[in-house]
């Protein structure tokens, strides 16, 4: 059994950096193939994917969060880290972490078969 726990402050101001940490306990992120990735629900919207780091450290983002999105991770400690830049309220939202696998089509990278997800945490954006 896979757990992924996310963790990281419940309120960031706008403007700021916004810092989510997955922690992947009895796992491993560097196995072959597999994708960790995040994910948000806003609320009253859908599920969006906003990016992921792949077993060999390479990253892959939403096109439309690209500019502001970075994942790096430390398979030391089984943790991967979520960095949004700019946030406004907006960015207000549930934020998942899930392992899953990737495909390219349509230009860009999609995310299929999440298996295994974090609880979630909120983070709202506000002054």
């Known amino acids: 059994q896979v757990q992924l726990q996310e963790s990281g402050p419940g309120l960031v101001k706008p403007s700021q950096t916004l810092s989510l940490t997955c922690t992947v306990p009895?796992?491993?992120?560097?196995?072959?193939?597999?994708?960790w990735g995040w994910i948000r629900q806003s609320p009253g919207k859908g599920l969006e994917w906003m990016g992921a780091?792949?077993?060999?450290?390479?990253?892959y983002y939403s096109p439309s969060l690209k500019s502001r999105t970075s994942i790096s991770r430390d398979p030391s400690e089984n943790q991967f880290t979520l960095h949004l830049s700019s946030v406004t309220p907006e960015d207000t939202a549930v934020y998942y972490c899930?392992?899953?696998?990737?495909?390219?089509?349509?230009?860009?990278?999609?995310?299929?078969?999440?298996?295994?997800w974090g609880e979630g945490t909120l983070v709202t954006v506000s002054s």
């Open positions: 899930a392992r899953g696998l990737l495909v390219y089509y349509s230009s860009t990278y999609h995310p299929i078969s999440m298996d295994y």
């Open positions: 009895g796992g491993s992120i560097t196995t072959n193939y597999l994708y």
């Open positions: 780091i792949g077993f060999s450290g390479n990253t």
